[in-house]
């Protein structure tokens, strides 16, 4: 009976042990198929979308204008308003969150290089942004993906209520928009927006920095204008002479008017 009881306990160990491998082996298989999944998904949504406006992102003195300044222009809850932008976070989400990374000009801040307008692979950093999003879900299995986008979206200073915004140059989302914080309380909200709902928190942010993309933002040396050069309605206009866009435009003096002046 002991040695029937002690074959019977190595047949289960033996089994047991088979099916863990089997197991691993399943699951081995699996990650490889989704990691080139996504990696293949990467590549198609680089060359659709960032390829062709590798230019389009926010530099790191970039300052939101008034209008948009101390509130979330649109809400979590407002992620069907853009539903393309909802599924791409939702159904590609290595390839949506390394394109906010972008847009924002986090990584442009990491790699230590503004994007170039020539070269054979133009915006080139966004893949460094989606290597670091495989690098962090490979070494902690997504369990600091919330956390790592909460700081992103919060910084440091709005994290622990004192000490610089952010590390080096990169500016936080939160401080870039003056959006208010209550520190700590505020960032464990949005990491636990990104870990329940991070479609939804992604298509907030990605539509809010695209919004101050398409209708400018001001830097130090004054407003940028990111609609295409073109006339101004409403501005007066010299015949024969070039318009620069931030630059006084010289009115000529006409009969029964004073001497001519500058116009901004």
């Keep these: ?14 089994d047991y042990q088979q099916q863990q491998q089997q197991q691993q082996a399943v699951d081995l298989v699996v990650t490889i198929i989704v990691s080139v999944l996504q990696m293949v998904t990467a590549v198609i949504y680089w060359a659709l979308y960032i390829r062709p406006t ?9 300052v939101a204008p008034a209008r948009l300044r101390g509130r979330w222009l649109y809400q979590w809850t407002d992620c069907f308003g853009e539903l393309g932008t909802c599924c791409c976070f939702c159904w590609c ?6 394109d906010l990374y972008y847009r924002s000009g986090w990584v442009h801040v990491a790699v230590k290089k503004e994007t ?13 942004g989606a290597g670091f999003l ?27 209520g004192s000490g610089a915004s952010s590390p080096g140059e990169y500016v936080d989302a939160r401080s870039r928009f003056q959006i208010p914080s209550s520190g700590c309380d505020t960032f464990c909200s949005d990491c636990c927006l990104w870990c329940w709902c991070p479609a939804c928190a992604g298509t907030q942010e990605y539509r ?27 501005a007066p ?9 931030g630059q006084p435009v010289v009115v000529a003096a006409t009969e029964g008017t004073g001497t001519g002046g500058a116009t901004k």
């Design 237 to 245: 206009v010299v015949m024969g002479q070039p318009v620069v866009v």
């Design 208 to 234: 809010h920095v695209m919004h101050l993309l398409n209708h400018g933002f001001e830097q130090a040396q004054g407003v940028v204008s990111v609609v295409p050069a073109g006339p101004v309605v409403g």
């Design 54 to 62: 590798h230019t389009k992102y926010l530099p790191k003195d970039a």
């Design 1 to 14: 009976a002991d040695r029937a009881l002690q074959y019977y306990e190595y047949d289960y160990d033996y």
């Design 134 to 160: 495989c690098f962090v879900n490979a070494c902690t299995s997504g369990c600091c993906y919330p956390c790592i986008q909460s700081f992103l979206r919060n910084g440091f200073r709005n994290t622990t």
């Design 116 to 128: 170039d307008a020539g070269g054979s692979c133009k915006g080139w950093e966004y893949f460094a």
């Design 93 to 98: 989400p290595l390839a949506a969150v390394a």
